[in-house]
Nanobody, 125 residues
Framework: VQLQAFGGGWVQAGGSLRLSCAAS????????VGWFRQAPGKEREFVGA????????IYADSVKGRFTISRDNAQNTVYLQMSSLRPEDTAVYYC???????????????????WGQGTLVTVSS
């Protein structure tokens, strides 16, 4: 499966953005999809992940209550809705997918088999 994340941009603190992860080649419904981000000079960190067939969703504590992952199977796309954005949310955001990852490994970006280019989100104070 090929993935492409887009929808990033510049937003003021407190604002919202919706990122999209468009999949091609395979039906994304059958994959675990994780969102990760990497700020300048920092390691890639887990944001959230959604199980296959719109199952369970887990989030990092830093975004819980502010970010929401959803799917549109007809569009073969997974979304990351981000609200109440903070300057510390500034990063390049990536989506990744895997066909059979177990929940305990959702937070490990290296465990995913597929990933695409990221999209930059900049939050100004």
């Amino acid at each position: 499966v090929q993935l492409q994340a887009f929808g990033g941009g510049w937003v003021q603190a407190g604002g919202s953005l919706r990122l999209s992860c468009a999949a091609s080649g395979r039906t994304i419904r059958n994959y675990v999809v994780g969102w990760f981000r990497q700020a300048p000079g920092k390691e890639r960190e887990f944001v959230g992940a959604n199980s296959r067939n719109s199952g369970a969703t887990i989030y990092a504590d830093s975004v819980k209550g502010r970010f929401t992952i959803s799917r549109d199977n007809a569009q073969n796309t997974v979304y990351l809705q981000m609200s109440s954005l903070r300057p510390e949310d500034t990063a390049v955001y990536y989506c990744e997918a895997d066909a059979d990852l177990i929940v305990s490994r959702y937070g490990y970006f290296a465990d995913y088999d597929y990933w695409g280019q990221g999209t930059l989100v900049t939050v100004s104070s």
